[in-house]
């Protein structure tokens, strides 16, 4: 699903010019020049997420050839569910990158959310919908006082959200208890990581996203020609239209499998009802940024931020804006952690969730350095995590080495990224 996003908010693709003597150019040229223009971007050091995806597709590779069992249906959907939690952590982290700034409270911010509806549904007996809001509106609220204190009292964010690290593990032990453990028994948030898609569900979500990847395609080639920009070559679409559709298609068949190793006890196929979220959220994301006013504002300020205040934007409140969405995010990922375990405890959101969800985003192809990046690269890093977790769980590897390894992959795909930008410096990009 990673062709959801468009090259926002950057010029995707090669003006369709006529060949000489007035004649159209044809669609064999047009992929040419289209893929030439690519590899100069490549060279000129705008990878986007082209290294982790290339990593993806060699780690899984590797995994299915040492470990058959990686490659069945079932493991499939276990990545699906496994890096639910970190992707989603890693969007949110996205918009705060992008600024050149950090979150390191993310993976607590989770926990809180996660410890405030367990609490509201199980001891208080709230509606869903109302434990749901408070969840969600706990991360809106964290993400306020984060963003404040680093936009409008000027500490540096990493000490701000250092000091959020320390507080909010503190905060879900209080909501908690030292020791103590809150089942989650509400069966629709039990769903969201535990449940499946009926098979036929799963085509009509198919359709849904080829459809609207298709359309979207179309009305913002539309609409580029309306105001006299340049457009993709309609062959390139096509190309990008036709992938989306035969990956989304083969996830597809492949997750409607039966999974279940005893099918007179349970049936297990059909896609994880946490993928079309994930797909909702990333579709979100994808328009904020590539497709709104307030999207290319973020980029301008995370570019330069003197140059985006000289030009009217109002960058405190770009600053703020990204830690509330981020800790919205990290809330949305507390959700789905307490439906994976049906209960929240004291740990919720510790361990290697933040990092694992900061490398997913730099992984995928989202800058350190602020300016560059994209929601699919949350996607695609935390696709790589995963994979890196469950092949070498499988393999029966320790804790540690996945670690080190996991840890290894940052540091080079960080390395990839300064490399990349003396790149880009280098030839005035």
Same mark, same amino acid.
């Given at each position: 699903?990673?062709?959801?996003?468009?090259?926002?908010?950057?010029?995707?693709?090669?003006?369709?010019?006529?060949?000489?003597?007035?004649?159209?150019?044809?669609?064999?040229?047009?992929?040419?020049?289209?893929?030439?223009?690519?590899?100069?971007?490549?060279?000129?050091?705008?990878?986007?997420?082209?290294?982790?995806?290339?990593?993806?597709?060699?780690?899984?590779?590797?995994?299915?050839?040492?470990?058959?069992?990686?490659?069945?249906?079932?493991?499939?959907?276990?990545?699906?569910?496994?890096?639910?939690?970190?992707?989603?952590?890693?969007?949110?982290?996205?918009?705060?990158?992008?600024?050149?700034?950090?979150?390191?409270?993310?993976?607590?911010?989770?926990?809180?959310?996660?410890?405030?509806?367990?609490?509201?549904?199980?001891?208080?007996?709230?509606?869903?919908?109302?434990?749901?809001?408070?969840?969600?509106?706990?991360?809106?609220?964290?993400?306020?006082?984060?963003?404040?204190?680093?936009?409008?009292?000027?500490?540096?964010?990493?000490?701000?959200?250092?000091?959020?690290?320390?507080?909010?593990?503190?905060?879900?032990?209080?909501?908690?208890?030292?020791?103590?453990?809150?089942?989650?028994?509400?069966?629709?948030? #039990?769903? $969201?990581?535990?449940?499946? *898609?009926?098979?036929? /569900?799963?085509?009509?979500? !198919? &359709? =849904?996203?080829?459809?609207? +990847?298709?359309?979207?395609?179309?009305?913002?080639?539309?609409?580029?020609?309306?105001?006299?920009?340049?457009?993709?070559?309609?062959?390139?679409?096509?190309?990008?239209?036709?992938?989306?559709?035969?990956?989304?298609?083969?996830?597809?068949?492949?997750?409607?499998?039966?999974?279940?190793?005893?099918?007179?006890?349970?049936?297990?196929?059909? #896609?994880? $009802?946490?993928?079309?979220? *994930?797909?909702?959220? /990333?579709?979100?994301?994808? !328009? &904020? =940024?590539?497709?709104?006013? +307030?999207?290319?504002?973020?980029?301008?300020?995370?570019?330069?931020?003197?140059?985006?205040?000289?030009?009217?934007?109002?960058?405190?409140?770009?600053?703020?804006?990204?830690?509330?969405?981020?800790?919205?995010?990290?809330?949305?990922?507390?959700?789905?952690?307490?439906?994976?375990?049906?209960?929240?405890?004291?740990?919720?959101?510790?361990?290697?969730?933040?990092?694992?969800?900061?490398?997913?985003?730099?992984?995928?192809?989202?800058?350190?350095?602020?300016?560059?990046?994209?929601?699919?690269?949350?996607?695609?890093?935390?696709?790589?995590?995963?994979?890196?977790?469950?092949?070498?769980?499988?393999?029966?590897?320790?804790?540690?080495?996945?670690?080190?390894?996991?840890?290894?992959?940052?540091?080079?795909?960080?390395?990839?990224?300064?490399?990349?930008?003396?790149?880009?410096?280098?030839?005035?990009?």
């Amino acid at each position: 699903m990673t062709s959801l996003t468009p090259e926002a908010p950057q010029l995707d693709g090669v003006p369709e010019k006529p060949a000489a003597g007035g004649s159209r150019r044809s669609p064999a040229d047009e992929l040419r020049d289209h893929l030439q223009a690519y590899a100069a971007r490549v060279r000129g050091g705008d990878m986007g997420s082209l290294p982790a995806v290339l990593g993806l597709i060699v780690l899984c590779a590797v995994f299915g050839v040492l470990r058959p069992a990686f490659l069945t249906a079932g493991n499939f959907a276990n990545l699906f569910t496994q890096g639910a939690v970190i992707t989603t952590i890693a969007m949110g982290l996205v918009f705060v990158l992008l600024l050149g700034e950090i979150d390191l409270s993310a993976g607590f911010t989770s926990g809180v959310a996660g410890a405030v509806l367990a609490v509201t549904l199980t001891k208080h007996g709230w509606p869903l919908p109302a434990a749901l809001a408070a969840a969600i509106a706990t991360g809106v609220v964290i993400g306020l006082v984060l963003g404040t204190l680093v936009a409008r009292v000027g500490i540096p964010s990493f000490v701000v959200t250092l000091g959020g690290f320390l507080a909010f593990q503190g905060v879900v032990l209080i909501i908690i208890g030292q020791g103590g453990n809150i089942p989650v028994t509400d069966e629709t948030v #039990v769903a $969201i990581q535990n449940k499946n *898609l009926a098979p036929g /569900l799963g085509w009509v979500l !198919f &359709v =849904l996203v080829a459809a609207g +990847y298709a359309a979207t395609r179309v009305l913002v080639a539309r609409s580029r020609r309306r105001k006299g920009l340049d457009t993709e070559p309609l062959v390139v679409s096509a190309v990008k239209v036709a992938g989306v559709v035969a990956v989304t298609a083969a996830a597809v068949a492949v997750l409607n499998e039966e999974r279940s190793r005893n099918v007179l006890v349970v049936s297990l196929k059909g #896609v994880p $009802i946490v993928v079309p979220v *994930l797909v909702v959220l /990333l579709a979100l994301g994808t !328009f &904020v =940024l590539g497709y709104t006013r +307030y999207g290319l504002h973020i980029y301008a300020v995370g570019g330069n931020a003197e140059a985006a205040r000289r030009a009217g934007i109002k960058v405190a409140r770009i600053r703020t804006s990204v830690f509330v969405i981020g800790s919205t995010m990290a809330a949305v990922a507390g959700i789905f952690a307490a439906s994976r375990a049906n209960s929240v405890d004291p740990n919720a959101g510790g361990s290697n969730t933040l990092l694992y969800a900061v490398g997913a985003a730099v992984i995928g192809g989202t800058s350190l350095f602020g300016g560059r990046g994209r929601i699919v690269d949350a996607v695609v890093g935390g696709a790589v995590v995963a994979v890196i977790d469950n092949g070498m769980g499988l393999l029966g590897y320790s804790s540690g080495v996945k670690f080190v390894v996991t840890g290894l992959v940052l540091v080079v795909a960080a390395g990839v990224d300064a490399l990349s930008r003396r790149r880009a410096a280098a030839s005035g990009a």
